[in-house]
Structures are given as C-alpha cells and as structure tokens.
C-alpha cells in the first residue's frame, strides 16, 4: 500500500481573476471575497484525485481535516486517514503542521495543492526528508516544483509510487507578494524540495527576462509593429510583463507592468483591471489579446494573468489572441501551454500559433493544454541536478 500526503490550500488562487494577485494575509483574501472571488484549490485537488482514480485500491491518503483535504475526497472512495486539527480558518502554520505530521508518518510523497507560498511553507516544514509535489492552484507560481497541471500532478505521482521516475530538487520561489501588488517583481531563491522528474511535466522555475540592449531592441520593434497596426475603436487587452507593456512605452501611455490592461484609441480605460473590469472594457467591441509567454515555463494562459479569464478568451475568440516574445525569451522553447481551469477554452486554444518575434516577423509553435501536455513528446532543458 503506498501512502500519500494530500495538503490543499484552500484560498489560494482566489485573487487572480479579481486582479488582487494574491491572497496572502486576512485583509486580502476579504477584500477577494469582497470582490466575488471563488475558491479555486479545492476543485484543482479534485481534479486531481480524480486522476488517480485507476490506482484507488492500492493508495492510502493522509490529510488535514475539512477544506485543508479531508473534504476534496468525498464520493471518491479512496482510503484516508484523517489529521487531528482544524478544518476552516485555516493558515501558514496550519500547512506546516500537516506536513510535517506526514513526514512523521512515513508518506511516500507529499502532494500540496496551492501557490509558491504553499510550496514555502512546505519546505519549511519537510526540507528535503520528502518528495512533494505542487498542484497548481496560485496566482504566480514562479516556482519549479508545480505539475503543469492537476492531471499531470497525478501522472506523475503514479508514475513515482510505482518507481518509474527519480528525483531531482526542484526550486522554490520566494516572491514579495506586496511588492507585486504594487507592480515590482521581487523574486529570490528560497530553496529546494526533491520531487519527482519528469520536465515536460514539471513546470521549471520561472526565468528572469534579461533587459540586454538586443532585448529592449527586439521588444521596441514589436511593440512598433503591433502599434502600428492598431485600429480604431479595438480594444486591446495587455497581458503582464516586459514585452507587453512595451506596446505602452510605445505609445507614450502609463501601464501596469504585472496587471491587466485594456487600451481603446491609444488610451488606457482600464488599468490594473480584473476579469470583470476587462468584459465591462470590451463589451459590444471587437477586441484583441496581447500576451507573451513566461520565460521558462512557457504558459500564455493560467499563470499570473487569470484576469483574462476563460470567459474573457470566449468573449474574444481564439482568433483575437496575439502572442508576442522575444527570440531570447523562446530559445529552447518549442511547445506553449495553457491552464484556464476550463477545458473547453484551453481546448480551442490548442493547435498552433504565429508568434510575433520582431518586427513583421513570425514563428509557428505548438500551443497544448497542460493538463494533456505528452511527457513523451521530449524537453529541452538540462538534466536534474
């Protein structure tokens, strides 16, 4: 019988389609429900247990009470053994309790379903005593140590039971969440945890874009080329990050640099929006996506820019999504994922794409849905430490 610690966070993600990037601290995750965010974390553990459906009978779960995991199981039929705590109000210290109750247990693996802050208190809690895994249910998740999706989280902790995959550290990310919110990406190496290797499957940690001046060159001209072509009464919604604001600069407009913007006539009318400030923006207009994938992991959708939701792409339609990125930012790239929570959306959205690489230049990649991302479909990154 193999033994699995499950840990979910239950608030975690709730502020990225309301535009809170994060709810880290008792003020924020108010403020998200305030806003109508809904929890996200417990579907995602869902979805992944319901990835190890195959393998019930010879798996036994160890987890926290209530919303923390005990609840993610009902109607599922696994074997659990339940954690003495609480199950509701839960925090940091709550996370770290629970895992290191797991490691006291002997689990094989431990599997947390949250953000990097999730990940953090983790490794606090385990070092490296444990593999653990990341299911994906945050905002950023600069951190490699998340699946790139809940049913790869499963594939691969299968995969690891049954001593098909080694381990390799994989690295945590510690990111100022006040200082995102205030558009400043503060990012260090926390640390290591050991987790399963399989990159394909695995997102990598999140890569710095380094502003060379051949970089700020090559993102001028898209930023002129896109400008350029620009129509009136379009209104074009800006993803986070350097290469997209760079169309800002361009025009001579303020922007957010890690929220959402939407810009109509050369003017912002939305700024720093959230998934309901976006669809108010561009109701009863045509509209155009402007995103760019994160470097390193390759995601255009689901990681750090759920704003534009599953529910903004539909009102747009697949034809209106512009991807833009530099030549640096793609080297060892050749697949693009997407994680919209929705099947449906991240299914239109596979296939491929023309990414705007320069000035009037173009390259055809593949765009997949992480949770169908092919582990046999080979990586390019170096081998574990």
């Known amino acids: 019988m193999r033994v699995v610690g499950l840990i979910v966070n239950p608030i975690a993600g709730m502020g990225g389609a309301v ?25 995602r ?27 993610a199981f009902e109607g599922l039929g696994f074997r659990i053994r339940v954690l003495p705590g609480k199950g509701w109000d839960t925090g940091p210290e709550d996370t770290r309790k629970a895992a290191s109750e797991m490691a006291r247990l002997g689990v094989d693996i431990i599997a947390f379903c949250g953000g990097d ?6 490794l606090d809690a385990i070092g490296q005593q444990v593999p653990a895994l990341g299911i994906p249910a945050g905002v950023k998740m600069h951190s490699g140590v998340f699946a790139v999706s809940p049913q790869a989280a499963a594939r691969i902790v299968v995969k690891f039971l049954w001593g098909e995959l080694p381990l390799a550290e994989g690295e945590v990310a510690d990111v100022d969440e006040e200082a995102f919110r205030e558009g400043r990406l503060a990012a260090r190496l926390y640390g290591y945890l050991n987790i399963p290797y399989e990159p394909v499957s695995v997102q990598g940690m999140k890569a710095a874009t380094q502003l060379t001046d051949e970089v700020r060159d090559n993102m001028a001209a898209i930023a002129r080329w896109i400008a350029e072509r620009m129509g009136p009464g379009v209104a074009y919604i ?6 997209v604001k760079a169309i800002c600069e361009e025009l001579g407009v303020g922007c ?40 390193r992991q ?3 959708f689901g990681r750090g820019n759920q704003q534009i939701s599953s529910k903004v792409i539909s009102a747009v339609g697949r034809g209106g999504v ?35 690489v320069d000035y ?3 390259r055809v990649f593949r765009v997949s849905a992480a949770s169908e991302v092919d582990p046999k479909a080979g990586d390019r990154r170096t081998s574990p430490k």
Do not use: H, W
């Open 322 to 356: 512009l991807v833009i990125a530099t030549r640096d930012k793609l080297e060892g790239m050749d697949t693009l994922k997407v994680d919209t929570g929705s099947a449906e959306a991240d299914g239109a959205l596979s296939g491929t794409v023309k990414v705007l």
């Open 19 to 43: 535009g809170l990037k994060g709810t880290d601290g008792p003020e924020m995750l108010a403020k998200a429900r305030l806003l109508g965010a809904k929890p996200l974390a417990p579907l």
């Open 238 to 243: 800006l993803g986070p990050g350097t290469t």
């Open 298 to 300: 390759g995601f255009i």
């Open 256 to 295: 957010s640099l890690l929220g959402v913007d939407v810009l109509i006539d050369g003017k912002v009318v939305a700024k720093d929006a959230n998934e309901e400030g976006i669809i108010d923006a561009i109701r009863g207009r045509r509209a155009t996506i402007i995103v760019s994938p994160i470097g």
């Open 45 to 71: 553990a869902r979805s992944f247990l319901e990835g190890l459906s195959a393998v019930r009978s010879a798996v036994e779960f160890i987890a926290p009470p209530g919303e923390m995991g005990e609840y």
């Open 360 to 362: 009037n230049s173009f």
């Open 117 to 122: 802050g999730t990940a953090r208190d983790v």
